[in-house]
């Protein structure tokens, strides 16, 4: 199962360091990434695998909203396929 993480926020020191330690600790390994600076605000997108996730897709979702809160910006996370659909319309 594959899912897509976007985040966006004020830039600040961190921020790429912090989630990817909170995917690391949880077993979500990073496909591919791109991330950019508008303006000051900072922009990632990642395409991340889940197969070997420890805990469930609700609990990632409710740990990456949480350090969203820590670091100032914004997590979402969108199973692939749901993306996928959401943008074929």
Not at 15 to 31: E, H, M, Q, Y
Request: hydrophobic share 45%.
């Amino acid at each position: 199962m594959k899912a897509i993480i976007t985040v966006l926020g004020a830039d600040r020191t961190g921020i790429i360091a912090k989630v990817s330690g909170k995917l690391f600790d949880n077993g979500v390994n990073i496909l591919d990434i791109s991330q950019t600076i508008l303006s000051g605000y900072f922009t990632m997108a990642m395409l991340v695998d889940l197969s070997e996730m420890s805990c469930s897709f609700p609990e990632m979702v409710g740990a990456l909203n949480e350090l969203g809160s820590e670091l100032g910006v914004q997590i979402r996370m969108q199973r692939s396929e749901i993306f996928d659909a959401m943008h074929r319309m």
